[in-house]
């Protein structure tokens, strides 16, 4: 099979396009082939090493979103069948603790994430335990669960599980044209809440208007927190989900009402951010941080996508394997609105 392997942290010429031997499903394992993998902010940062953080496994094959076609199945496995449509969850974890059986499997000592310490999707076929793939509901193709699969989990539990968003609030999502900050824009107008979104440029405004938000905000903007709070009644907006961090968190804080929520997720401009303390205790505000969704709530989310309940991320581009560096170079850039997928089956 062909796949793009990083044996090296660095710039884009880490990306080498290999050959490398067919996986073959073991007992309990399942190859799959891959239809498309979402390219995410995460590979970016694991080929650069940022921080030392993220502790890849190398060589590793990047790439952890992945929708594609059952190829092969190993001994014991009855749940999927070849040629099914399906989704490789991201989740390595040992499934016997207390997180695991809580659904809390990013809390797990032995959490592994694909792409990072097990090879991922960046290549014709992936290899994985059986109780990490997904068949598809009908309805649902395997692109789409590519483009959704994680950005949609993590709003989806931002949203319902850590923030507890009920009809009716009114939710602020930062960086409104990502892939997160869509998810949550979708999710948030499906439970019934209004929805104010941040971004960038007049073009991404646009199209979170065209989208269903109420407002769209400059947050590059001097003022831009006392705008939102104007528009949210005066007193300010009770969920804000953030995944930008330095460069929009004081300011989603801020437009935050007396008792509201902020969620975050990530911190793509920067993991430090400066807050007043009185601010929060005066207000009562909370600060929750929030990570990887359950597996139910992985089914959740494919319900509501098959169903029509929620609408499909919007996909800026789809590029063959071999042009993979110029795939996380694009979202780099913050040009994009939407998903950028690697396509290795076409």
Same mark, same amino acid.
């Given at each position: *099979?062909?796949?793009?392997? @990083?044996?090296?942290?660095?710039?884009?010429?880490?990306?080498?396009? =290999?050959? %490398?031997?067919?996986?073959?499903?073991?007992?309990?394992?399942?190859?799959? /082939?891959?239809?498309?993998?979402?390219?995410?902010?995460?590979?970016?940062?694991?080929?650069?090493?940022?921080?030392?953080?993220?502790?890849?496994?190398?060589?590793?094959?990047?790439?952890?979103?992945?929708?594609?076609?059952?190829?092969?199945?190993?001994?014991?496995?009855?749940?999927?069948?070849?040629?099914?449509?399906?989704?490789?969850?991201? &989740?390595?974890?040992?499934?016997?603790?207390?997180?695991?059986?809580?659904?809390?499997?990013? #809390?797990?000592?032995?959490?592994?994430? *694909?792409?990072? !310490? $097990?090879?991922?999707?960046?290549?014709?076929? =992936?290899?994985?335990?059986?109780?990490?793939?997904?068949?598809?509901?009908?309805?649902?193709?395997?692109?789409?669960?590519?483009?959704?699969?994680?950005?949609?989990?993590?709003?989806?539990? @931002?949203?319902?599980?850590?923030?507890?968003? $009920?009809?009716?609030?009114? =939710?602020?999502?930062?960086?409104?044209?990502?892939?997160?900050?869509?998810?949550?824009?979708?999710?948030? %107008? @499906? #439970?019934?809440?209004?929805?104010?979104?941040?971004?960038?440029?007049?073009?991404? %405004?646009?199209?979170?208007?065209?989208?269903?938000?109420?407002?769209?905000? &400059?947050?590059?903007?001097?003022?831009?927190?006392?705008?939102?709070?104007?528009?949210?009644?005066?007193?300010?907006? &009770?969920?804000?989900?953030?995944?930008?961090? /330095?460069?929009?968190?004081?300011?989603?804080?801020?437009?935050?009402?007396?008792?509201?929520?902020?969620?975050?997720?990530?911190?793509?401009?920067?993991?430090?951010?400066?807050?007043?303390?009185? &601010?929060?205790?005066?207000? !009562?505000?909370?600060?929750?941080?929030?990570?990887?969704?359950?597996?139910?709530?992985?089914?959740?989310?494919?319900?509501?996508?098959?169903?029509?309940?929620?609408?499909?991320?919007?996909?800026?581009?789809?590029?063959?394997?071999?042009?993979?560096?110029?795939?996380?170079?694009?979202?780099?850039?913050?040009?994009?609105?939407?998903?950028?997928?690697?396509?290795?089956?076409?």
């Amino acid at each position: *099979m062909r796949a793009v392997v @990083m044996s090296g942290y660095g710039g884009p010429e880490v990306l080498e396009l =290999v050959e %490398r031997p067919d996986p073959q499903a073991g007992p309990g394992e399942v190859v799959v /082939r891959v239809g498309a993998v979402a390219v995410n902010r995460l590979d970016i940062w694991v080929r650069e090493d940022v921080g030392h953080a993220y502790a890849a496994r190398l060589p590793v094959i990047p790439g952890y979103d992945v929708g594609g076609a059952v190829a092969a199945v190993g001994e014991g496995v009855s749940d999927v069948a070849v040629g099914e449509a399906v989704y490789v969850h991201y &989740d390595y974890s040992c499934g016997r603790c207390a997180y695991c059986l809580e659904g809390d499997e990013a #809390a797990c000592a032995g959490y592994e994430v *694909m792409g990072v !310490q $097990r090879d991922g999707g960046y290549a014709e076929l =992936v290899l994985a335990p059986a109780r990490n793939v997904f068949p598809l509901p009908g309805g649902l193709d395997a692109r789409v669960a590519a483009a959704a699969g994680s950005v949609y989990l993590t709003a989806y539990h @931002m949203l319902f599980a850590r923030a507890g968003l $009920r009809p009716g609030e009114t =939710v602020l999502v930062t960086a409104g044209g990502s892939g997160v900050g869509g998810a949550a824009i979708a999710l948030a %107008r @499906m #439970a019934g809440a209004r929805v104010i979104a941040t971004a960038s440029t007049a073009a991404k %405004r646009e199209r979170l208007l065209a989208a269903g938000v109420e407002h769209a905000i &400059d947050y590059t903007a001097a003022g831009w927190p006392d705008e939102v709070r104007a528009l949210a009644g005066g007193r300010g907006v &009770d969920v804000a989900v953030d995944h930008v961090g /330095r460069a929009a968190f004081p300011g989603a804080l801020a437009a935050l009402a007396n008792r509201g929520r902020i969620v975050l997720c990530g911190a793509s401009s920067g993991s430090e951010a400066t807050i007043d303390l009185v &601010d929060v205790f005066a207000r !009562q505000v909370s600060i929750i941080g929030s990570s990887d969704g359950s597996r139910r709530e992985l089914h959740e989310v494919f319900r509501l996508l098959a169903e029509g309940r929620v609408a499909p991320p919007p996909i800026s581009a789809e590029l063959p394997l071999e042009r993979a560096a110029d795939a996380q170079a694009l979202l780099a850039s913050r040009d994009h609105y939407g998903r950028v997928l690697l396509t290795p089956g076409v």
